[in-house]
């Protein structure tokens, strides 16, 4: 986990240092600086959305939800991947309770297929019985397609999307992306697709298992997968709107 952060950096280390080694977090990060360890931001160049189209748009259903259990909203969106061949784009749905991707694909193209491959892996792992899942995305023509549509209402899913394009509507999603490239993909040469998809597998594996979430009370993805209730949170981001005031 190369580009984990201070705080879950310090989170993981603690335990194993001796008491005259003991550090806080001030310190910590006043040591990472100093030697050039902070972890830096990358900008987005590549357009994935494509939502001026005909296809029926569906309200956004998760407003003022907060899930207390895994396989209530799954969230899902799309971000690119630079290759030494060009660009490849991943497709991703996680779990908005625990943060577990439950699916992810890499294609060569933006077309929809790419998308239901990451869906169909998402449900294959689904407990059978589930009742009352809501599958989240922006209005991308991918998530609006017929043939995207016709999966989630023959498993019983029910359909939410964003509705002015503002990214906080799917914050969940947009984090998870950013996560995997900042922390592992943008400091890779990766040379193809099939080799993205290689180190992809591996990545997902170490981002359930193994990486702590500040929101997550820094449990990993994989754990709280299996837990319920409120998880206390080691941060907090708010804004407003006319009407309510939203935390992530």
Not at 192 to 202: G, P, Q, V, Y
Request: positive net charge; proline residues 4%.
């Amino acid at each position: 986990m190369p580009k984990l952060g201070g705080r879950k950096l310090l989170e993981v280390i603690q335990p194993r240092l001796p008491p005259e080694l003991s550090i806080g977090r001030d310190s910590f990060f006043d040591f990472l600086r100093r030697h050039g360890l902070l972890v830096g931001k990358r900008r987005s160049r590549v357009k994935t959305t494509y939502s001026n189209h005909w296809l029926r748009k569906y309200p956004n259903l998760i407003k003022e939800f907060i899930p207390t259990r895994a396989n209530q909203v799954w969230v899902s969106d799309i971000t690119y991947i630079e290759t030494v061949a060009g660009f490849v784009y991943l497709n991703l749905i996680t779990d908005a309770y625990s943060r577990k991707i439950v699916g992810w694909a890499i294609g060569a193209t933006l077309e929809a297929k790419y998308t239901i491959e990451a869906l169909r892996m998402a449900l294959k792992q689904l407990p059978k019985r589930t009742e009352g899942l809501i599958h989240h995305s922006d209005r991308g023509v991918q998530y609006c397609c017929g043939e995207y549509v016709k999966v989630l209402n023959k498993n019983h899913v029910q359909i939410s999307m964003t509705e002015n394009g503002d990214p906080r509507e799917n914050a969940i999603a947009e984090r998870v992306n950013g996560i995997l490239k900042d922390e592992w993909l943008n400091q890779m040469r990766l040379k193809s697709i099939e080799h993205a998809i290689t180190e992809l597998k591996r990545i997902v594996q170490i981002y359930n298992s193994c990486r702590p979430h500040a929101s997550l009370d820094m449990k990993t993805p994989e754990y709280a997968h299996g837990q319920s209730g409120v998880f206390k949170k080691h941060w907090k981001t708010y804004y407003k709107t006319a009407q309510t005031a939203v935390s992530y």
